[in-house]
T-cell receptor, first 112, second 112 residues
Framework: EPEVTQTPSHQVTQMGQEVILRCVPISNHLYFYWYRQILGQKVEFLVSFYNNEISEKSEIFDDQFSVERPDGSNFTLKIRSTKLEDSAMYFC??????????FGPGTRLTVT | GENVEQHPSTLSVQEGDSAVIKCTYSDSASNYFPWYKQELGKRPQLIIDIRSNVGEKKDQRIAVTLNKTAKHFSLHITETQPEDSAVYFCAATTNTGNQFYFGTGTSLTVIP
């Protein structure tokens, strides 16, 4: 069964550095999402992406964040200048039709 | 925006007993309600979902009920097994499917 994949599984970065988190959605899926989950807390929506543009974004998704689908297979989340509070698990998800989302395994981001 | 509340935050049951987790939502436009199971350190996995034109849906030992008037929906797990132990999240979204709102999670422990 096809799965969403994410790399790296764990990223450690210093405060102020830029990070790029990568996701490969399931190949025929059309809708893509990024979520974050701070340790022990709920999953929080960041952004949704369809037809090469952002469909919706939350208040968490400020100017420090950007998303891109550079080559038709990868879906990336960039954080320009990381803060300590960006430390979290970041999940990518994709779906063919609206609703039935399939999550990737996550990237644990640690900002020191 | 939508606000999803989930109760209880922790739940312990004896193996074989039933478990019920409840969620409420605030936005009457929400019309799709998935439930996710997240085992420790793993990705959320969709286990069942319900749309607003249906009051109940069942899949083997798992069922979900929806009361649109009261704006609440519940997950029912019967004949619980130790492998049901995990964190369960409810979520809600509108028919745009662009932004999902998650509950705070319920940590279910099934005691053998």
């Amino acid at each position: 069964e096809p799965e969403v994949t994410q790399t790296p599984s764990h990223q450690v970065t210093q405060m102020g550095q830029e990070v790029i988190l990568r996701c490969v959605p399931i190949s025929n899926h059309l809708y893509f999402y990024w979520y974050r989950q701070i340790l022990g807390q709920k999953v929080e929506f960041l952004v949704s992406f369809y037809n090469n543009e952002i469909s919706e974004k939350s208040e968490i998704f400020d100017d420090q964040f950007s998303v891109e689908r550079p080559d038709g297979s990868n879906f990336t989340l960039k954080i320009r200048s990381t803060k300590l509070e960006d430390s979290a698990m970041y999940f990518c998800a994709s779906t063919l039709r609206l609703y039935e989302q399939y999550f990737g395994p996550g990237t644990r981001l640690t900002v020191t | 925006g939508e606000n999803v509340e989930q109760h209880p935050s922790t739940l312990s049951v004896q193996e074989g007993d039933s478990a019920v987790i409840k969620c409420t939502y605030s936005d009457s436009a929400s019309n799709y309600f998935p439930w996710y199971k997240q085992e420790l350190g793993k990705r959320p996995q969709l286990i069942i979902d319900i749309r607003s034109n249906v009051g109940e849906k069942k899949d083997q030992r798992i069922a979900v009920t929806l009361n649109k008037t009261a704006k609440h929906f519940s997950l029912h797990i019967t004949e619980t097994q130790p492998e049901d132990s995990a964190v369960y999240f409810c979520a809600a979204t509108t028919n745009t499917g662009n932004q999902f709102y998650f509950g705070t999670g319920t940590s279910l422990t099934v005691i053998p």
